[in-house]
């Protein structure tokens, strides 16, 4: 029997702790609770909004309809592949894989959320990305209560993008990723691999393990913690831009670092960068403010959705004008 609350406070579900509530409230811990919700929704004609960690999103109203919280568990190894219950932890489900000597995930672990969150903005960080591990994944359309299963060249994966973000109406309950046995690595990334370098190992040589512990050491030292100082990670995606674009950007500021994958045109250039040459980086508004430690990240302590969307607008607006460039939000806006 699901335990469905009214007028239920989401203090607590959303990392920058804004306190709207949700008309109905339902948190699952299996598919077939999911089903009964949905249901429950379907039958008074309830819109459905989907709801992990609450560490990618920013909830701006009291929300109309139902909210389904996923907590569904699960973690199962098949040979080199594994399927994760949507709602374990990402971060623990990368260092499990490690522990039980599966490779692939370590470059992504400390990223805050769910694992079934994880393909919706398709999660990255030095040089990988979920999609290039995602075999396919089970939802449920909440328009129809469904069970259905997305392949990868069907879920649109592009830069933190997916259909999952355009289409509301699919709530994932599991996802299978093929991992490897063989202690490839992949220490291309600049930073990763100076670090590397800097602890005295060859990055041409780093064990997943290594390279996890790494990733753990630089995003400690450069992100703010959400618990203590309320943020959703990156609050602006990089921008990809086409050579005519960055070269139009380089001219109005030299030297600006990209990155350029080997099969594409286009090139990936850090937001962070560009905030700190605008000036916003450690700037403050009242209670809202770009951390000290990473222009991406926005915090805002004991304010209000309204101020951190006025304050991003803010940003935005100066930066197009200085640097003729368009941020876009990364995090989910409810």
Not at 102 to 110: C, D, K, P
Not at 113 to 131: F, H
Request: with cysteine; hydrophobic share 35%; aromatic share 8%.
């Amino acid at each position: 029997m699901i335990d469905i609350k009214r007028n239920h406070s989401l203090k607590k579900h959303n990392s920058f702790l804004f306190s709207y509530k949700a008309q109905f409230f339902c948190e699952v811990h299996s598919e077939e609770e999911s089903h009964e919700f949905i249901n429950f929704c379907l039958k008074k004609n309830l819109p459905i909004n989907i709801l992990g960690e609450g560490t990618n999103v920013v909830i701006t109203k009291d929300i109309k309809g139902g909210v389904i919280k996923i907590s569904i568990p699960g973690k199962k190894i098949i040979g080199d592949e594994i399927i994760i219950g949507a709602g374990e932890n990402w971060h623990e489900t990368v260092l499990w894989s490690l522990q039980n000597s599966l490779y692939g995930l370590e470059n992504l672990t400390l990223i805050p959320g769910t694992a079934g969150a994880a393909p919706v903005q398709n999660i990255g960080a030095y040089g990988e990305e979920i999609s290039s591990r995602l075999i396919c994944l089970e939802a449920i359309n909440t328009k129809s209560n469904e069970l259905i299963s997305v392949k990868n060249d069907e879920c649109d994966f592009s830069y933190r993008d997916s259909k999952f973000r355009k289409d509301n109406d699919l709530m994932i309950v599991s996802i299978k990723l093929g991992l490897t046995k063989e202690a490839n690595t992949n220490t291309t990334y600049k930073s990763l691999n100076q670090f590397l370098i800097n602890d005295d190992i060859d990055p041409t040589k780093a064990t997943p393990n290594q390279v996890c512990r790494a990733v753990n050491s630089i995003r400690t030292k450069i992100l703010p913690n959400h618990k203590k100082e309320p943020n959703v990670g990156s609050f602006f995606k990089n921008l990809v831009l086409n050579e005519e674009a960055f070269e139009d950007l380089n001219k109005k500021l030299n030297d600006v670092p990209f990155y350029k994958d080997s099969n594409s045109s286009r090139f990936k250039v850090p937001v962070a960068f560009l905030i700190e040459k605008a000036g916003w980086k450690g700037k403050r508004i009242g209670k809202v403010r770009v951390s000290e430690k990473h222009a991406l990240i926005l915090i805002a302590e004991e304010s209000t959705s309204e101020d951190l969307i006025n304050f991003s607008s803010l940003m935005v607006n100066d930066i197009s004008k200085k640097l003729g460039v368009d941020l876009e939000i990364e995090p989910s806006i409810f």
